[in-house]
């Protein structure tokens, strides 16, 4: 892992987005925080190496915000966090280039394997 790496968490709930922020840093992550994927888009250039987003969110949940930064030919890795069991949220996060889907309540241990896994498969140093 190189001090490059900067996780944009986006999450609606203060409590839940406080957690993975503190299971991030703890894992030796820079962290960057948003409370919605509006807010999250206009953290994107940041220097962002991966965001974990809640999928469900107003004005603009995880999917939306998926399709917008994909929409703009970002390809930057994104990790789902959710409680919905919905198989339909698993195709459409492959659709969409999305490297894991975690449930709540997101467990530290596997946070930090999905994140490490997703900057692999992105060519990034882990």
């Not at 968490?9 to 987005?17: I, K, L, P, Q, S």
């Not at 004005?59 to 966090?81: C, H, Q, S, W, Y």
């Amino acid at each position: 892992m190189t001090d490059q790496e900067n996780i944009l968490v986006v999450e609606d709930n203060d409590f839940v987005r406080m957690q993975i922020m503190r299971y991030l840093k703890d894992s030796g992550y820079g962290t960057t925080e948003a409370k919605d994927g509006d807010e999250a888009l206009t953290k994107m250039d940041a220097g962002v190496s991966l965001a974990v987003v809640d999928v469900r969110m107003e004005p603009m949940g995880g999917l939306d915000f998926v399709r917008a930064l994909r929409g703009k030919n970002n390809e930057t890795p994104v990790i789902f966090v959710t409680g919905d069991e919905n198989t339909d949220l698993l195709e459409q996060a492959a659709k969409w280039g999305v490297g894991a889907v975690l449930m709540k309540p997101v467990m530290k241990d596997r946070l930090v394997m999905a994140v490490q896994k997703t900057l692999k498969m992105r060519g990034r140093a882990v």
